[in-house]
């Protein structure tokens, strides 16, 4: 069974500090895809990243940046200089090669203040 | 493109009516979702289709049924509404179901039954 952890309920921060999302999820399958949707208080979901189990590799795109480490089944998601407009729910998802459910986590509420 | 949409955006029923909520989509996905979201709770997967004229249960699909005549459209139907089922309801469609490719929301319809 799939299963996603999202241990921090509510993050505030000052705008322009970084913040920091933790993702840590369980599969017993060798491919697995690994995502991260934004929930603003408009209540929309929105897509932002995926990341396929068999390329660890970082990246970077704009101010968001994530951290996949397989060997700690991590995934977590950095917003650097945060904006206003970021505060939201962040959601970690995860899903299984093959399986055409998404496991998503509790999510994760940041708030920015100004 | 529309996208994802969803009808109604908000609904209130009694303890025992009935309603249908109607997904329709205009990307010619393959694969469409219904999930329900609660507090703290995240997203969970009612039911899912993975083609015209097939449905699938998902992680708590009881007292829902759900149809897919048509491949754009998904409707969700609660036959005796309980206020359990008050909830956001959100519809998702994706182009396959192989784990790899992201799921595009619908705005989501608040149902409260009271």
């Known amino acids: 069974a799939q299963k996603v952890t999202q241990a921090q309920t509510e993050i505030s921060v000052v705008e322009k500090e970084d913040v920091t999302l933790d993702c840590v999820y369980e599969?017993?399958?060798?491919?697995?895809?690994l995502f991260w949707y934004k929930q603003p208080p408009s209540g929309e979901l929105v897509f932002l990243i995926r990341?396929?189990?068999?390329?660890?590799q970082n990246e970077i795109s704009g101010r968001y940046s994530w951290n996949f480490q397989k060997s700690t089944s991590s995934f977590n998601f950095t917003i650097t200089a945060s904006q206003v407009v970021d505060s939201a729910v962040y959601f970690c998802?995860?899903?299984?090669?093959?399986?055409?459910?998404?496991?998503f986590g509790k999510g994760n509420q940041v708030v920015v203040i100004p | 493109n529309a996208g994802v949409t969803q009808t109604p955006k908000f609904r209130v029923l009694k303890t025992g009516q009935s309603m249908t909520l109607l997904c329709a989509q205009d990307?010619?996905?393959?694969?469409m979702y219904w999930y329900r979201q609660d507090p703290g709770m995240g997203l969970r997967l009612i039911h899912y289709?993975?083609?015209?004229?097939?449905?699938a249960k998902g992680e708590v699909p009881d007292g829902y049924n759900v149809s897919r005549l048509k491949k754009q459209n998904f409707l969700l139907g609660l036959e005796s509404a309980a206020p359990s089922q008050t909830s956001v309801y959100f519809c998702?469609?994706?182009?396959?179901?192989?784990?790899?490719?992201?799921?595009?929301f619908g705005p989501g319809t608040r149902l409260t039954v009271t």
């Open positions: 998702a469609s994706s182009l396959t179901g192989t784990g790899s490719y992201e799921q595009y």
């Open positions: 599969t017993r399958d060798t491919t697995y895809y």
């Open positions: 990341r396929n189990s068999f390329d660890e």
């Open positions: 998802a995860l899903s299984e090669d093959g399986n055409n459910r998404l496991a």
């Open positions: 990307m010619n996905h393959e694969y």
């Open positions: 289709s993975v083609g015209e004229g097939t449905t």
